[in-house]
């Protein structure tokens, strides 16, 4: 069995390309597979929902990257 590993952005689902050219290399075995690029179906709302779970930004929650304050540097 192959566990393939899904990030679900909005509708659409991103996974890794050594997953996706798995699943292709399986799909091409039955049929032949045209792959198209949907980078300009990507919304702004994607994008933003994105961020929001995909992860990136969970470093901001650590112990320690709460160190400065509004009284920090000097004002603009």
């Known amino acids: ?5 899904v990030q679900e952005v909005g509708e659409q689902a991103l996974i890794p390309r050594a997953e996706l050219e798995r699943l292709l290399q ?7 597979i045209e792959v198209e690029s949907a980078a300009d179906d990507i919304t702004t709302q ?3 929902h994105l961020a929001q ?8 929650h650590e112990d320690g990257e709460d160190i400065y304050t509004l009284n920090d540097g000097e004002p603009v």
């Open 1 to 5: 069995m192959t566990t393939i590993h």
């Open 26 to 32: 399986l799909a091409r075995r039955v049929e032949a």
């Open 46 to 48: 994607d994008l933003m």
């Open 53 to 60: 779970v995909g992860g990136s930004f969970d470093f901001w």
